[in-house]
């Protein structure tokens, strides 16, 4: 294997811990603080209900003509959104308070404006969705509920594959990576559907294989070491294993980097949420489930 870190690197990682858990708190502060000041989540329209209409007309149809001509029809506010990657390509959205309304008037009076300002000039209607309030709500709760019980999950699987100690970490460092990716998101203004939490369970399901590989690795420093001191072994393995953490997650990142750039729009927020999660993942794995294991039973063996 490719050694991008020399052999024999001793990098005192646990005497950075507390730094890097200060970093993390703030960071998470400042998620948890736009998250406030916003109200909550900026759930799309998987979460909050409503209509989703993908367009296309000419590449000469700009944003402004479309917002123009749904500005008026009485609907509520519909929200306009170009993609990049396509000229001539909206997206529009409008909330609904009731199922009825969407399955009535709304969807009616949207399409017949389009149809009328834009029929002459290539318009094509490629795309519609309808998610009422209450199916939204059960959807939101459904979510929520998946990503808790996986990283509950990942934890539990990580106690019994190794030690207690090691599962605490792994859950905390796992619930640190959610709240990291969930604070970005808001900061940035990027809409949680359900693509969203595909990437919230990729994350989980990522950030615990890094978990794996170092866990394991201490394991094994340990049973071969005569005198173990639980500190040293684990900067020793978290060292050991570096250059396949920096390898996997760079070849990774290659992807996920290129998703976002030339992904397009609606793919952007799923490709935004790995790049954080992924990130994090590696951060938190290294400087606070790896630290936690020695803070909970400091200088004691861990089980074969």
């Given at each position: 294997?490719?050694?991008?870190?020399?052999?024999?690197?001793?990098?005192?990682?646990?005497?950075?811990?507390?730094?890097?858990?200060?970093?993390?708190?703030?960071?998470?502060?400042?998620?948890?603080?736009?998250?406030?000041?916003?109200?909550?989540?900026?759930?799309?329209?998987?979460?909050?209900?409503?209509?989703?209409?993908?367009?296309?007309?000419?590449?000469?149809?700009?944003?402004?003509?479309?917002?123009?001509?749904?500005?008026?029809?009485?609907?509520?506010?519909?929200?306009?959104?170009?993609?990049?990657?396509?000229?001539?390509?909206?997206?529009?959205?409008?909330?609904?308070?009731?199922?009825?309304?969407?399955?009535?008037?709304?969807?009616?009076?949207?399409?017949?404006?389009?149809?009328?300002?834009?029929?002459?000039?290539?318009?094509?209607?490629?795309?519609?969705?309808?998610?009422?309030?209450?199916?939204?709500?059960?959807?939101?709760?459904?979510?929520?509920?998946?990503?808790?019980?996986?990283?509950?999950?990942?934890?539990?699987?990580?106690?019994?594959?190794?030690?207690?100690?090691?599962?605490?970490?792994?859950?905390?460092?796992?619930?640190?990576?959610?709240?990291?990716?969930?604070?970005?998101?808001?900061?940035?203004?990027?809409?949680?559907?359900?693509?969203?939490?595909?990437?919230?369970?990729?994350?989980?399901?990522?950030?615990?294989?890094?978990?794996?590989?170092?866990?394991?690795?201490?394991?094994?420093?340990?049973?071969?070491?005569?005198?173990?001191?639980?500190?040293?072994?684990?900067?020793?393995?978290?060292?050991?294993?570096?250059?396949?953490?920096?390898?996997?997650?760079?070849?990774?990142?290659?992807?996920?980097?290129?998703?976002?750039?030339?992904?397009?729009?609606?793919?952007?927020?799923?490709?935004?949420?790995?790049?954080?999660?992924?990130?994090?993942?590696?951060?938190?794995?290294?400087?606070?489930?790896?630290?936690?294991?020695?803070?909970?039973?400091?200088?004691r063996s861990v089980a074969a």
């Open positions: 294997m490719i050694e991008i870190v020399p052999p024999g690197t001793n990098i005192d990682f646990l005497r950075l811990r507390k730094p890097a858990i200060a970093i993390s708190l703030v960071v998470i502060g400042i998620g948890l603080a736009s998250l406030i000041m916003k109200g909550g989540p900026n759930y799309g329209i998987d979460f909050a209900g409503g209509l989703q209409l993908n367009m296309r007309a000419n590449p000469d149809v700009s944003i402004s003509e479309v917002r123009d001509a749904v500005a008026d029809l009485g609907v509520g506010e519909v929200q306009v959104q170009a993609f990049e990657s396509q000229k001539g390509e909206y997206l529009l959205r409008v909330a609904a308070a009731e199922e009825e309304d969407l399955t009535g008037g709304v969807a009616a009076k949207l399409k017949e404006r389009l149809r009328e300002r834009f029929g002459a000039r290539g318009y094509e209607e490629m795309r519609t969705e309808l998610v009422g309030p209450r199916v939204g709500q059960d959807l939101r709760r459904r979510a929520i509920l998946a990503v808790t019980l996986s990283t509950l999950a990942m934890g539990v699987y990580i106690a019994l594959r190794f030690d207690r100690r090691f599962g605490i970490g792994a859950a905390i460092a796992l619930f640190h990576d959610v709240l990291v990716t969930v604070g970005a998101l808001s900061l940035w203004e990027i809409e949680i559907d359900l693509t969203i939490i595909a990437a919230l369970l990729t994350i989980v399901g990522y950030s615990v294989n890094d978990t794996v590989v170092i866990s394991d690795r201490i394991r094994e420093n340990l049973m071969g070491s005569k005198r173990p001191e639980l500190g040293p072994i684990i900067n020793r393995s978290i060292n050991e294993t570096l250059s396949r953490t920096i390898l996997t997650t760079g070849a990774t990142m290659l992807v996920v980097i290129s998703l976002f750039l030339v992904g397009g729009t609606v793919i952007h927020g799923f490709a935004f949420a790995l790049i954080v999660g992924f990130v994090s993942g590696v951060y938190s794995t290294v400087f606070i489930a790896a630290p936690l294991v020695e803070w909970l039973e400091p200088g």
